[in-house]
């Protein structure tokens, strides 16, 4: 496994659109003062010219967002790229980009939902650890919550070990653009297939589930081969659910599962649950447990983990140790 360069003070984070941009005048607001959080601690930034675009959710052309990122890649300055947000259409550009630029320029590339995309492909083709955690514009919050410090501390190399956060975020609305989270739920951590107390240590894969369902049998797809070369540490999965419904969440475990996603997996995380309806009145946990039950692994749900805020950094391909019991988490990561 690649581990990029880590942050220096000094360096140059480069922030890109490879899905959506934006244009909202509040969220603009919040993007520009990430900037100044950024540089407040000793950083450059170098913004793409897609950032701040966007057509019918694209920031730009599939061929421009490809560029854009490339850009990025081979500019020797920049030492971690960040994507400014989310969308529906990253997978569109992946048929546009050189990835032999990644892969001799190897970099720390972070975002979550959409760009999982990006990430998950990264990781299982290039063999280049990458980081799931927050989108460049989530910096502009004041004051940054402890899940962005411990972001910038994993991505300086210093591998913390991230603990379960008190509550989380239910609901939010913007109105100056610098809200902190709204944490008003109490986080709780729900060990499945009857386990009083998890302590499992693998290689980390995974991402927005969302997505993956849909990169799943593409020429990106190699997560087979990524699973067999890793085989021996063991496989540790988590997937951030996003706008599954619990029908959606069936199939998909079900088609990765007879797939043999699963086959030396050691225990999988599941996220909170952001919006998941169902017709026929099955609950996500229901969803989630009677898919996987007959694997007989550590299954946790409601993990600090997506689209939920406050959020754990996660690094795909990344050597990690997880403990969860009585509600509470903890996961460490080791690089090698």
Request: hydrophobic share 35%; net charge neutral; with cysteine.
């Amino acid at each position: 496994m690649i581990y990029p360069e880590f942050l220096k003070e000094k360096d140059t984070i480069g922030v890109t659109a490879p899905s959506d941009g934006i244009t909202d005048k509040i969220k603009l607001k919040r993007l520009d003062n990430a900037i100044k959080n950024f540089e407040k601690r000793g950083f450059n930034i170098k913004e793409t010219p897609n950032v701040r675009c966007s057509v019918k959710g694209r920031s730009s052309s599939s061929k421009e967002r490809a560029e854009e990122l490339e850009s990025l890649y081979k500019d020797d300055n920049v030492k971690t790229i960040i994507t400014s947000g989310g969308g529906d259409f990253l997978l569109e550009m992946l048929s546009e980009v050189d990835f032999n630029v990644i892969k001799e320029n190897p970099k720390w590339l972070q975002g979550y939902s959409d760009p999982t995309g990006l990430l998950f492909m990264v990781t299982t083709n290039l063999d280049i650890a990458t980081v799931y955690s927050d989108n460049f514009k989530s910096f502009g919050m004041e004051p940054w919550h402890q899940s962005l410090e411990n972001n910038l501390k994993i991505l300086k190399g210093n591998m913390v070990e991230q603990t379960n956060f008190s509550k989380y975020e239910e609901d939010k609305k913007l109105i100056t653009g610098l809200e902190p989270f709204n944490l008003t739920k109490k986080v709780y951590w729900k060990n499945l297939n009857n386990k009083d107390a998890i302590n499992i240590k693998g290689r980390m894969i995974g991402g927005c589930l969302d997505i993956i369902t849909d990169l799943f049998g593409t020429r990106f797809d190699k997560t087979k081969d990524f699973l067999e070369k890793y085989k021996d540490d063991g496989i540790i999965w988590y997937f951030d659910v996003c706008e599954l419904s619990s029908e959606s969440i069936i199939r998909i475990l079900w088609k990765l599962k007879d797939n043999c996603y699963f086959k030396y997996t050691k225990g999988i995380l599941f996220s909170r649950v952001y919006a998941c309806n169902s017709y026929y009145d099955i609950s996500y946990e229901e969803a989630i447990y009677e898919s996987l039950k007959d694997l007989n692994i550590p299954i946790i749900i409601n993990t600090d983990i997506g689209h939920v805020a406050p959020r754990m950094t996660i690094i795909n391909g990344a050597i990690a140790t997880i403990t969860s019991s009585n509600g509470k988490g903890k996961i460490r990561f080791e690089l090698k």
